[in-house]
């Protein structure tokens, strides 16, 4: 029932948004809904970002960018009502659920589902904003799920095997540790005072030439296994997914190759490091460029936000799940409705790596 009623809510914001209009606008923005319906992502893409200018457009493109991540709205909104059928473990199984369906793109396309949604309510997603329309607050909705989704799939990037954080797995993920690792040592500005892992840092930069972006990569071995990380000039790390040459991203080699970084400099060459999800040209003096997709800024300020934006026109059920999730990165213990820490606070990025360690046994 639940779920039917959040459909419902996008369909009706959806007409609210859009309006009648002349009649050749309406049988356009209807061809735009089935091409949603029918899952046609890239069709809506290519048919609306070029010349979008209205909320409607706006939405569309926000709900066609989400689904080509991997998941529709409908989807996602089920995966949240039934994580928390699992006991102590939802925000994990909400993690490993999205992991499974998410598109190779995932991150990008939820950035840009994010900033098309943001583009309709601006920063006005606050519980404590009494001005926003329904429509507007249905948005919220929407918003925080697309960041609720974008911290599930830069999770999911961190580990090779997700479902190990799951209440009935007993084993760890080498690579999530040391991810865990490079993220406690990147806050701690490169500090191995309170890392417990082997980090070797040879204190060089390179940089990705089709992005013009500049990091320092670092070496982690861990239970037999070497990974490599990148570290930002704001002492976080960025999140990467395969292997590239510095000096293009189409080289990126696929996962499904199975190299590991240990093995890479025997198949390849000293070019190729771990590569970024992010290939966005770095242009100085423009924020949205300037902002790289790292492990604090996707992980803490999306779920911060996304729980916060939800919070504004959630149902009851729907609260529930989330106030679940976040009482479970704090360390909390939620039981009746409630959670033993303040949900008022927003999660820290060592408060997630807590969480992801404890859960990684």
Do not use: W
């Not at 080498?174 to 040592?185: D, I, N, Q, R, V």
């Not at 002492?235 to 997914?241: E, L």
């Not at 992010?278 to 924020?287: F, Q, R, S």
């Amino acid at each position: 029932m639940i779920k039917k009623m959040l459909i419902s809510s996008l369909v009706a914001a959806a007409l609210v948004l859009t309006g009648c209009g002349e009649d050749s606008e309406g049988v356009d923005k209807l061809e735009t809904q089935q091409m949603l319906d029918n899952g046609d992502f890239n069709g809506v893409i290519s048919k609306v970002e070029a010349t979008a200018s209205s909320d409607s457009d706006y939405l569309a493109l926000a709900a066609a960018y989400m689904g080509k991540a991997g998941l529709a709205l409908p989807d996602l909104i089920d995966i949240i009502l039934n994580s928390d059928d699992t006991g102590d473990d939802a925000f994990v199984t909400f993690i490993d659920q999205v992991d499974t369906k998410k598109s190779s793109s995932a991150l990008n396309d939820l950035e840009k589902s994010s900033g098309y949604y943001k583009k309709i309510v601006e920063e006005k997603c606050s519980a404590t904003d009494a001005n926003l329309s329904y429509s507007q607050k249905d948005i919220c909705l929407f918003l925080g799920l697309s960041q609720t989704m974008k911290v599930a799939t830069a999770i999911g990037y961190l580990a090779d095997d997700i479902s190990v954080l799951t209440a009935d797995n007993n084993t760890s993920d080498a690579k999530l540790t040391a991810s865990l690792c490079a993220m406690k040592y990147a806050i701690d500005g490169r500090s191995d005072t309170n890392v417990t892992c082997n980090v070797t840092d040879n204190n060089e930069s390179i940089t990705f030439l089709d992005s013009n972006r500049t990091y320092s990569p670092i070496v982690i071995s861990e239970n037999g296994e070497t990974f490599e990380f990148l570290i930002t000039d704001k002492n976080s790390t960025a999140i990467t997914s395969s292997f590239c040459s510095t000096e293009s991203f189409s080289t990126r080699i696929a996962l499904d190759q199975n190299i590991t970084f240990g093995t890479l400099y025997d198949d390849y060459n000293a070019s190729y490091h771990a590569c970024p999800v992010n290939e966005t040209l770095l242009v100085v003096g423009d924020a949205a460029s300037e902002a790289d997709i790292t492990t604090a800024d996707v992980i803490v300020s999306a779920l911060n936000e996304g729980t916060d934006s939800i919070g504004v026109a959630a149902s009851e059920d729907m609260q529930q799940s989330i106030d679940e999730f976040k009482c479970e990165v704090l360390g909390g213990t939620y039981n009746y409705s409630s959670c033993d820490k303040s949900l008022d606070q927003n999660v820290t990025e060592q408060q997630v790596i807590t969480y992801l360690n404890t859960n990684n046994n």
